[in-house]
């Protein structure tokens, strides 16, 4: 466990060197976010009503600003670094040391995205005295712990999940399409573009037990109280037993595909 | 028309290495078309709660959304490969090889090989917005179609003008990858109406320094007779503007380039 640690420290530390590139990257996510409330705001002004589907215009604000926060922890990176390294061979060499690929990669790209929640955090602390009065602050101490039980297994569901799709790359020769594929179904099911709860009714519960909406769905609501906490405890059970179905499916794809591994250019 | 037999053969050649790639072409085809189908379901969702947005109906903001993916389609499928080669060598130093070659340079940055998945999968929202539009109430008038048309071609000649612009930088500080957000930003303000902006003076800041509003607001807004004549003007005014800018912005920028590999 030490040696992944000790890589998460270092991949920190690489993460704070490119100081243009971060601030570039948070004025441009954050412009992103402010697009999308005032697209809200619009809807909300438009149609003279306090209330769309049980959201109140600083609930939607409120659910766009976790959302945005809690997607840090979408671990995606992963899986298209070993589609590289299956492509270019490079996964031979890592194949022969001492540790675990999905180990290594897991706590690798944990700290970018711990470094990228930190950024997003802190830019929030800055700017969340200006627009307060359009938050909802409804957290309760056990919505919160489960809120972080929540955030790291999206760390993990979404490590797996890439990783089964980089995977790919053992049979086909791009799998970045199917991944490119796979992020644009996620992004959509996993609340990001609207709430889940905007979805046909019959849909939300469906969408609700899939992994993609304990990334930040299952969270903004928790920390909006607008899920209960018996019911955000009752989801996590099937969002953890997904962690031991994406283990298996990973364990099996795995085996298949290093067998057929042939270490092109490596 | 030797620029018409140049562009004759870079189609020739990129159809050739799709050739190759099939598989990956054909999956790259569905991401396309499944992005534009899902952003369409997004706002059918979303009006199952309410009737209209700022004055746009369903069907007009569905309209006004696949206006917006033509326009990124377009631009991703023709320039958007042929800008990235750009960047890329400016950074690597392979720049050197444009130079000498007896071709303006304005055309070797924004032509070269095609990416025929995003391309293609134009049919997508086009085909979406032709549905749309024949399940309106009205009938669109001809010239509206022109206009609509016309506009479209400016929005994409805005778009990449105002990319080159940004991409100039390149020969200033090197890697400049971080800007593509800007490409992002742009299109995601595109795809939605310009009533966002309460104030006329910053939708007009969105025409003139940030040009997203003549993307797909004006062209769709020409098409659905919801235009108005001083934004027309201004969206015009603006792609001739970035288009004169960026061309300056290259010639000026080339003399500052000093070849990195040598």
Redesign the interface.
């Known amino acids: 466990m030490r040696k992944y640690l000790y890589s998460f420290k270092l991949y920190l530390l690489a993460s704070l060197q490119y100081r243009?590139?971060t601030v570039?990257?948070l004025i441009?996510s954050n412009?992103?976010m402010l697009?999308t409330i005032?697209?809200w705001?619009?809807?909300y002004?438009?149609?003279g009503t306090g209330e769309?589907?049980g959201y109140s215009i600083a609930d939607m604000i409120t659910f766009f600003v976790m959302s945005s926060l809690f997607r840090t922890f979408i671990l995606s990176s992963g899986g298209f670094e070993i589609s590289d390294m299956i492509k270019s061979g490079e996964l031979g060499k890592a194949l022969i040391k001492p540790h675990s690929i999905s180990m290594f990669l897991y706590w690798k790209h944990l700290s970018n995205a711990l470094f990228e929640f930190l950024k997003q955090f802190s830019f929030l602390l800055l700017v969340v005295p200006f627009f307060a009065r359009y938050l909802t602050w409804d957290l309760s101490v056990p919505s919160a712990v489960l809120v972080i039980i929540y955030l790291v297994t999206a760390t993990v569901i979404s490590h797996l999940l890439w990783l089964l799709l980089g995977m790919m790359a053992f049979w086909?020769?791009?799998a970045?399409?199917?991944m490119?594929?796979f992020a644009?179904?996620l992004n959509?099911l996993s609340g990001m573009?609207?709430p889940l709860d905007?979805?046909?009714r019959w849909s939300v519960r469906v969408l609700e037990l899939m992994p993609f909406a304990a990334f930040s769905y299952i969270p903004a609501k928790l920390y909006m109280n607008q899920l209960s906490v018996a019911e955000g405890a009752y989801l996590l059970m099937v969002h953890i037993l997904w962690i031991f179905v994406l283990m298996a499916l990973n364990q099996m794809v795995w085996r298949a595909g290093t067998k057929k591994y042939s270490a092109v250019g490596g | 028309m030797y620029y018409l037999n140049l562009l004759k053969e870079q189609i020739k050649l990129s159809f050739m290495s799709v050739a190759i790639f099939r598989a990956n072409f054909a999956l790259m085809l569905l991401q396309s078309i499944i992005n534009s189908v899902l952003g369409v379901l997004c706002v059918e969702f979303i009006y199952l709660h309410v009737d209209s947005i700022a004055g746009w109906s369903r069907n007009e903001m569905i309209i006004l959304y696949c206006t917006s993916m033509i326009v990124n389609q377009l631009y991703r499928g023709l320039i958007n490969p042929n800008h990235m080669n750009f960047i890329g060598s400016v950074s690597s130093g392979s720049f050197d090889r444009m130079l000498i070659k007896p071709i303006s340079i304005i055309f070797q940055i924004n032509t070269g090989s095609i990416d025929y998945s995003s391309f293609l999968s134009l049919i997508a929202p086009i085909v979406i917005l032709c549905w749309k539009i024949s399940s309106l109430d009205v009938s669109i008038p001809r010239l509206n179609v022109i206009l609509f048309l016309v506009f479209l071609i400016n929005a994409v000649i805005l778009l990449t003008s105002f990319m080159m612009l940004l991409y100039s930088f390149a020969f200033k500080h090197v890697r400049v990858y971080g800007l593509t957000g800007i490409y992002f930003i742009l299109m995601s303000i595109s795809e939605k109406p310009r009533e966002i902006f309460s104030y006329k003076a910053v939708m007009y800041a969105f025409v003139f320094l940030i040009p997203s509003v003549p993307l797909a607001n004006v062209p769709a807004s020409l098409l659905l007779s919801k235009g108005n004549v001083p934004e027309t003007i201004a969206a015009a005014v603006s792609g001739m503007l970035f288009f004169l800018l960026s061309t300056v912005a290259i010639k000026k920028g080339m003399r500052s380039y000093s070849s990195a590999s040598s």
Do not use: C, K
Request: proline residues 3%; negative net charge; hydrophobic residues 65%.
């Open positions: 243009f590139d570039l990257g441009m412009i992103s697009i005032f697209f705001i619009i809807i002004r438009s149609n769309i589907n086909l020769e791009q970045q399409a199917v490119w594929s644009v179904i959509f573009f609207i905007f979805f046909p």
